[in-house]
């Protein structure tokens, strides 16, 4: 059997919107300079007032996402995401009666293309505001560059926990006004993963994560929550293997090896399709009691039919079925009704950004990047992923969801069930990480 | 930790998870080392090759025949005139060149991208995985730990490759035109080889190794773009302290850096792709022509 998430072919260039080209240059006199920058200063007057597209043409967003490499799947989802609620929103009178457009950049998961990518969509096309973001390193490389830009970002995916952490806080903290968060970070999901390793017959643990500061954030998190929490548990093995390594069985034959009770591993993308494909061959599953996977229901596992195996846990940002709320309820069937798979959390995070958006130029009145920092500071929202808050640092008081791993007929994809909602907010995560450094980001 | 605390966490499946990277390293290694040893070109474009046999294996096996071996030598033929099309359409042109060396590696490093590029439009960027064949898919359980029965297989096609290569370029006059012309060209023209078409033909077969290497190797990793970039990097490793040139260095080289890189990870938990890197290093200081250095062997 040949599986594969391979995108389409031509999808590389997502460049295309049309950038003005440059005019043709004549001698300009003193006169007409000044008339020119005269001009030139009232239109960009006008532009802080009013937004860079004025008050009648669309409100336009921009959004970087990973659309190519190992985890292009992820941008596929976010994309879903966009599509359905912008055509809910433009379906419904869109934002104070404007279109909404959404610009869509490829990250290709580096913080340089991001940065790139993001300038342009800011500089070139004047988008009103921007959100996306799949991977950690992507985000710790874009927050600063966001202060320095002053528009507001909504981060729907990546999640290090330093992004929502004020700079000055922690020697990685790059959280700023700018920066905001829609989705859960690592430090709400791994307070679950703790939460979960506390009910579990497991002492000695072991991880296998990716190399960079998404898997050592992971496994650090991990640890001081179990010992804020005083949960019984030795840290025996750890392997972090580059991103986009094509065979693990060295560091899963390493991992057995150590014979450890659990494993908690934040591998994700098809490096995670990969990983359970050859763990599988090397009879971990048999070997090893729990596996945790923390971005086990990303997207490509539940959506191709060669998920993550029954009965181990995996958390996720958003789950289809809870809250069992009318919002989610509705969202999650029309959502399947269009593309014929559940919703993943990539897709609900990119969805809820632009409703977010909606509401804060609505109650604004407009786009002014200030503006909307102050409208989106403190902000209280409810989506399918349920009611929250943006807390002092810009960071969703969302939930941290786990669950063990079952294979779901009607829907034809795994779900999480039971399923457990842990609450994450400010002085749950302060007081679980006890006397660590690490920040809540929150 | 002591030493003796650590031997025992070195099973059987190490040492066979260790020979089978070492195989794969092998098969595209040792057409690295056959191209350059006669035709003096590091073709950079060798890791695309063994990409390239991978990905149209996996596309045989899924749209054409469901027979993984068929689809495996369709790779390896295809990828073999893929790569004697470069030759005779570009690198050709470069022998005579004073800067012979630089053109050559900016040559195959373009078309390392041409290939990582036409692999994305056809294939997208995404990942695919494929079973290993029906016969040898099956797990081994050994000293307590378990591996898939194909990791052996890989070994035993290496060797044969080994062996069925060192017959043929010592028992067959293809291989003596091939060592004559590898030890003096201007000779082994003066004395009627049709050179040109002796060198299409190394690298022919060169590149039928990369395929063969990528094709046979697709069960057991996943098959990426990015799968050429990695693998490039560690073949000319295992070149290098085998010794340029030679195909009994590029397979002890390959199993050398294969055990590395399955006991690396037992040792450090982070890091452990620089040890390679390492030996190369020492391998260089205290023998720069390699551990059977000496080209034509």
């Known amino acids: ?111 340089d293309t991001a940065i790139q990518q993001i300038r342009s969509l800011v500089q070139e096309d004047n988008v009103d505001g921007l959100f996306g973001l799949d991977s950690s390193g992507v985000a710790q490389a874009v927050a600063p560059q966001i202060s320095q830009l002053q528009i507001p970002f909504m981060i729907t995916h990546a999640a290090t926990p330093f992004v929502t952490s004020p700079q000055g806080e922690h020697e990685d903290s790059v959280g700023n006004e700018y920066v905001f968060r829609d989705s859960n970070s690592l430090a709400q999901d791994i307070y679950g993963a703790a939460r979960v390793a506390e009910e579990l017959d497991a002492t000695e643990w072991a991880t296998i994560g990716p190399d960079y500061a998404f898997g050592y954030e992971t496994w650090d998190y991990f640890q001081a929550y179990c010992d804020g929490l005083g949960v019984d548990a030795e840290f025996t093995a750890e392997q972090f293997p580059a991103l986009a390594t094509s065979d693990y069985t060295p560091f899963i034959s390493s991992i057995l090896d150590a014979d450890p009770d659990a494993v908690l591993t934040p591998l994700w993308g098809a490096d995670l399709t990969t990983f359970v494909g050859q763990a599988e061959d090397a009879g971990w599953f048999d070997q090893i009691d729990h596996t945790l996977f923390s971005v086990g229901m990303g997207t490509d596992l539940p959506s191709d039919g060669s998920p993550l195996p029954e009965g181990e846990y995996a958390s996720t940002r958003y789950d289809p079925f809870v809250p069992d709320t009318e919002t989610n309820n509705s969202f999650r069937e029309a959502y399947y009704e269009e593309y014929g798979t559940l919703p993943t959390y990539n897709a609900e995070g990119a969805y809820r950004a ?84 690490l920040p809540t980001g929150i | ?104 590696l900016i040559v195959t490093f373009g078309f390392v991208l041409v290939i990582h590029e036409t692999v994305r439009f056809v294939w997208g960027s ?58 003096d060209r201007e000779m082994a023209a003066m004395l009627g080889v049709d050179v040109p078409r002796l060198y299409t ?18 069960p057991l990793q996943s098959t990426s773009p990015a799968l050429g970039d990695q693998v490039i990097i560690d073949a000319f490793i295992v070149v290098v302290i085998g010794g340029l040139g030679s195909m009994s260095g590029a397979f002890v080289g390959a199993m050398l850096i294969g055990m590395m890189q399955s006991l690396g990870p037992q040792f450090i938990s982070a890091g452990s792709i620089a040890i390679p890197f390492l030996a190369m290093v020492i391998v260089l200081l205290i023998r720069p022509e390699g551990l059977f250095g000496g080209i034509g062997e």
Request: charged content about 15%.
């Open chain 2, 201 to 218: 033909g190394v690298f022919f077969l060169g590149s039928v190794l990369a395929g063969l290497g990528g094709a046979l190797s697709a």
């Open chain 1, 354 to 437: 632009l409703h977010l958006y909606k509401e804060a130029i609505e109650s604004a009145g407009g786009t002014d990047p200030s503006a909307l920092v102050d409208e989106f500071t403190g902000m209280e929202h409810s989506g399918p992923v349920g009611e929250y808050q943006f807390s002092e640092t810009n960071q969703a008081t969302v939930a941290s969801i786990w669950g063990t791993v079952t294979y779901d007929d009607e829907w034809g994809s795994n779900v999480l069930d039971p399923v457990d909602r842990y609450d994450a907010g400010p002085d749950v995560l302060s007081e679980a990480l006890g006397d660590s450094d």
């Open chain 2, 1 to 104: 930790m002591s030493l003796s605390s650590l031997v025992p966490l070195i099973g059987i499946s190490d040492v066979v998870i260790g020979l089978s990277l070492g195989s794969r390293l092998f098969l595209i290694a040792v057409g690295l080392s056959l191209i350059f040893g006669v035709l003096g070109v590091l073709n950079f474009a060798h890791g695309g090759f063994y990409m390239l046999g991978a990905y149209v294996t996996l596309a045989v096996v899924s749209n054409v025949v469901d027979n993984f071996w068929v689809a495996a030598v369709v790779g390896a033929l295809a990828v073999g005139v893929v790569g004697a099309a470069i030759e005779f359409s570009a690198i050709r042109r470069l022998y005579e060149r004073a800067d012979s060396d630089l053109d050559q």
């Open chain 1, 1 to 111: 059997m040949v599986t594969g998430n391979g995108e389409a072919g031509n999808k590389y260039n997502r460049n295309d919107d049309v950038k003005a080209g440059s005019e043709s240059r004549a001698p300009v006199g003193r006169r007409r300079f000044l008339q020119a920058a005269g001009a030139g200063t009232a239109v960009a007057l006008a532009g802080c007032s009013g937004g860079g597209g004025g008050d009648d043409g669309p409100v336009t967003l921009g959004a970087a996402y990973i659309l190519s490499g190992f985890a292009s799947l992820y941008g596929e989802e976010a994309e879903r995401g966009i599509e359905f609620a912008q055509s809910e929103i433009n379906d419904n009178g869109g934002i104070d009666g404007r279109e909404v457009e959404v610009l869509t950049r490829d990250t290709e998961a580096s913080g």
């Open chain 2, 126 to 183: 995404g990942s695919y995985s494929i079973d290993p064949p029906d016969v040898f898919n099956f797990s081994v359980t050994f000293g307590g730990s378990t591996f898939n029965a194909y990791r052996l297989a890989l070994i035993g096609l290496a060797v044969a490759v080994l062996v069925g290569l060192w017959l043929f370029i010592t028992r067959t006059y293809f291989g003596s035109l091939v060592r004559g012309t590898s030890s």
